[in-house]
């Protein structure tokens, strides 16, 4: 979709496949503007319990700044977790009331997907063909998986402790998190260790060009899972 805005018979904007990602799964409270993958704007705050008082000023900020309206965009992405339950919940519910008689289509982004894709070019670049993605989820439990880059293998999502988490570490592996570990043979990037929601526009953007959308009516969080023996390709 091709979208303009006129003030004064004047062109303001420009744009093409615009999606707006929201990411509410972790501490981060935060909204990306993208246009065909490149993020035009973001908004980020990195600090607990401030979803429900600045999600929806994120949201006004973006369209106001941007000179669009919730019409103009393709497609409404949000992080389904797992992560926060709190956080998971409001964003879920932000956007479902967004959605609600709208034909903006829906592109649903699981969290650990998304730091997959954040840091694929960094596994790239040093030829690591595993990524591993992990969030806290209290205490000293994990949220973990593992995706294969030459086999485009995943496991399923673990729930793990964080010793135990220590014990499987490898220096073959990629990991992105939103939680510094502070271990010495941690293979890592600093921009990987705090979600963003320009992690899940790249990973929107990615479902968008395959036309992998979803149903806001039918959709249900990732508030937890339990680890399963299984692998499936993504």
């Keep these: 979709m091709e979208t303009t805005q006129n003030s004064g018979n004047v062109l303001r904007m420009k744009y093409s496949n615009l999606i707006l990602s929201i990411e509410t799964s972790s501490n981060t409270c935060g909204i990306a503007l993208s246009s065909n993958g490149?993020?035009?704007?973001?908004?980020?705050?990195?600090?607990?319990?401030n979803h429900d008082k600045l999600l929806a000023e994120y949201f006004s900020r973006t369209l106001i700044d941007s000179e669009i309206q919730i019409t103009d965009l393709d497609a409404i992405?949000?992080?389904t977790g797992p992560g926060s339950f709190t956080g998971i919940r409001i964003g879920s519910a932000f956007v479902k009331g967004l959605l609600f008689g709208s034909k903006v289509k829906f592109i649903?982004?699981?969290?650990?997907?998304?730091?997959?894709?954040?840091?694929?070019?960094f596994a790239k670049s040093l030829q690591k063909d595993v990524i591993a993605s992990?969030?806290?989820?209290?205490?000293d439990l994990y949220?973990?998986?593992?995706?294969n880059l030459s086999t485009l293998i995943?496991?399923?999502?673990e729930i793990i402790e964080e010793n135990n988490l220590k014990e499987r570490l490898s220096k073959d592996v990629i990991y992105a998190g939103n939680y510094n570990l502070n271990f010495e043979?941690?293979?890592?990037?600093?921009?990987?260790?705090k979600l963003t929601p320009r992690f899940v526009a790249k990973r929107a953007y990615e479902k968008f060009t395959q036309n992998e959308f979803d149903d806001i009516e039918s959709y249900t969080p990732l508030y937890q899972l339990d680890f399963t023996p299984k692998t499936k390709v993504f």
């Design 143 to 147: 949220f973990y998986q593992e995706f």
């Design 134 to 139: 992990y969030i806290k989820s209290h205490k």
């Design 154 to 157: 995943r496991t399923e999502i």
């Design 108 to 121: 649903a982004v699981p969290t650990l997907e998304s730091l997959q894709s954040a840091s694929l070019e």
């Design 38 to 49: 490149d993020v035009i704007s973001e908004y980020s705050y990195f600090a607990k319990n």
């Design 185 to 193: 043979q941690l293979k890592t990037l600093s921009g990987l260790q």
């Design 77 to 79: 992405a949000l992080s």
